[in-house]
């Protein structure tokens, strides 16, 4: 980690704390004050997480006990299952997609935000509260909002002169569209960290910039996005990890949309992602076995992809000396 | 402005603006408003159609006007009746409620232990804590969701609040992270007036993490409120104790035309929430920003 001036004094400070006389504290107290998440790692995330593990190696229908099978669940899953690559062909879109547009959103917006000098509060309101809103009222609110026979949208998009607009969450070649459009309805979340991280951009930064005589353009580049960094980060990490488990405005969608209750992923299996066929196999076909050897898979991509993300960070994020453990 | 604000402060008489410059600054603070404004419609447009839809007849929600005539206030007493819209609010509170109390008085002693006692082992114990939050819910959700079936709690809200009092690890972040940052000083002079590690705790610790402790309890609430996946897997089966979340989208399925009352129903859901955001706008934002920015 980067280590600027700033970070001196912090250590210093540290220091100052080590040379106090050292006061353990007992270890019945320490085991009595971590007793509640401890008995809940135990319970409610190590029992799961070995178990699901066993599961994935066998046969299981909730009916009759696990049979073993070895690694067939995964054999299947890469060679025969055509519905697997399909969800992972449109989770990794919605990821690739959805992700970046959502954060170069949110980023826009921010920046759109620290610019006037009076009103940003009711602006900001109003950016923000989308985002509140739960994501099935959110979900059933668009699917009405983009229907292309009565919905508002393709109204305004016919009387502004668009000649085919769009079937939305009908046709296979928009629906994942239609989900985008949604996520940057709801993009306050992410925009208000931006937005805190924009403001703590120290102002002498821009004005040095401005001495150098740097246009706008250069300052956003060579100041403004390496302070930044560390929330592009941050949200990278948490939009990823969102991403490959984005089940619940594709479930509501689909399942609104299509006419029988079998037919998830609706239109033509377009918005069957990872966490909604996940979904199907464990708790509608009840494939135990199966729906574990899905779900390790998705925890391993996912460990893969964050690890990834944490290495390659060192090289583009600049922290500013806030240090996570002291 | 800090600028300006350091000139005066420094004795300095502030330089009249010279109009060119006055002119300009004009410009761009209009084209900055009109951008505003213009996101400002995109992001509230879908909430006045959501309202404008659900004031209106059936025949009209389906077809292509935007104003209703008339305004069928009567909708929202219809969507109480075809749906029972009470017990699921009811249901949902109950969860959210409880959940929300679980997580406040399991993470804050866990978040202590982090934070504020001197123990081996407590960074890499919390370096676990961490790694848990990237944990898709997925590889344990199955084995868990046979348990509760063993235990006969499917069709029950147990499953939905039980695991709330034994921590959650984005919670433990957030308080620990604000645990951190209060002075120890405060901790020595109350152990030295001879108070205890829970005395410390509950007299010196909570009330100055009043902030933290509200944005945790916010998050969870909300968390709960909109939850979907939890509900569907656990209440599927159970229509009397279904949320509004599932009981939103199950009606749904059911009535095909109804999008009057579907907007309805979706608004009954969200108002809590509105309401809840304006209540307590900064402990949010607060709360929001401290996630990212000391992450």
Request: hydrophobic content about 50%; some cysteine.
């Amino acid at each position: 980690m980067a280590t600027p001036p700033i970070a001196g004094v912090a250590r210093g400070t540290g220091a100052v704390r080590r040379s106090r006389p050292s006061r353990r504290t007992p270890w019945r107290l320490v085991i009595l004050f971590l007793s509640p998440w401890a008995i809940g790692f135990l319970v409610f995330i190590v029992y799961p997480m070995v178990t699901s593990l066993y599961f994935s190696f066998t046969h299981y229908d909730l009916l009759s006990t696990p049979r073993w099978i070895g690694l067939d669940n995964y054999k299947f899953m890469f060679t025969k299952d055509a519905f697997f690559w399909l969800s992972v062909k449109n989770t990794v879109w919605i990821v690739a997609v959805g992700v970046s547009v959502r954060i170069l959103f949110a980023i826009a917006t921010a920046t759109l935000l620290t610019r006037p000098r009076r009103g940003i509060k009711g602006y900001r309101t109003m950016f923000f509260l989308p985002s509140m809103a739960p994501p099935v009222a959110a979900a059933l609110a668009f699917v009405y909002l983009l229907n292309p026979a009565f919905g508002p949208l393709n109204q305004l998009l016919s009387s502004a002169g668009v000649a085919d607009p769009p079937l939305w969450f009908f046709s296979p070649s928009t629906s994942k569209w239609g989900l985008v459009i949604l996520g940057l309805w709801g993009v306050g979340d992410a925009m208000i960290i931006f937005l805190a991280g924009l403001l703590d951009v120290p102002r002498q930064l821009y004005e040095a910039a401005d001495i150098e005589g740097a246009g706008p353009w250069q300052k956003f580049r060579s100041v403004t996005l390496p302070m930044i960094s560390p929330v592009i980060f941050f949200s990278l990490v948490t939009g990823i990890i969102w991403g490959f488990q984005y089940f619940t405005q594709a479930y509501v969608t689909s399942t609104v949309n299509a006419t029988s209750k079998t037919s998830l992923g609706y239109p033509e299996g377009s918005l069957l992602f990872y966490s909604v066929y996940l979904y199907q196999q464990g708790f509608s076909y009840f494939k135990m076995g199966y729906a574990s050897a899905l779900a390790w898979v998705l925890f391993v991509v996912t460990m893969a992809c964050t690890l990834v993300m944490i290495r390659t960070s060192r090289r583009w994020v600049h922290y500013q000396g806030g240090e996570m453990f002291r | 402005m800090s600028a300006r604000g350091l000139a005066t402060a420094a004795g300095i008489a502030p330089r009249p603006i010279p109009p060119g410059v006055k002119r300009r600054r004009m410009l761009s603070s209009v084209a900055d408003h009109t951008l505003l404004i213009l996101f400002a419609a995109m992001f509230m447009l879908p909430m006045l159609f959501i309202l404008f839809t659900s004031l209106m007849t059936d025949q009209q929600s389906l077809s292509s006007v935007i104003w209703p005539r008339p305004f069928v206030w009567s909708n929202y007493v219809e969507i109480f009746r075809e749906v029972p819209l009470l017990s699921y609010t009811w249901n949902t509170t109950q969860i959210a409620v409880l959940s929300t109390l679980g997580t406040v008085l399991s993470c804050v002693p866990v978040a202590y232990a982090l934070s504020r006692m001197e123990w081996r082992g407590r960074n890499a114990v919390f370096v676990v804590v961490l790694s848990t939050m990237m944990l898709p819910f997925q590889v344990t959700i199955i084995p868990l969701y046979i348990v509760f079936v063993r235990l006969h709690m499917i069709g029950t809200l147990t499953p939905l609040i039980l695991p709330a009092f034994f921590g959650d690890a984005f919670s433990i972040f957030l308080l620990r992270q604000f645990f951190m940052s209060i002075p120890e000083d405060l901790s020595d002079a109350a152990r030295v007036d001879g108070a205890s590690e829970w005395q410390i705790m509950t007299r010196v610790i909570v009330p100055l993490a009043k902030p933290a402790i509200a944005a945790v309890a916010l998050f969870n609430f909300l968390y709960a409120w909109n939850d979907f996946f939890g509900p569907l897997l656990f209440l599927g089966n159970n229509p009397k104790l279904w949320t509004l979340a599932i009981g939103l989208v199950e009606f749904r399925s059911m009535h095909r035309v109804q999008w009057n009352l579907t907007m309805a129903a979706s608004l009954v859901f969200m108002i809590p929430v509105i309401v809840l955001f304006f209540l307590a706008q900064k402990v949010f934002i607060e709360g929001v920003t401290l996630t990212g920015t000391k992450g």
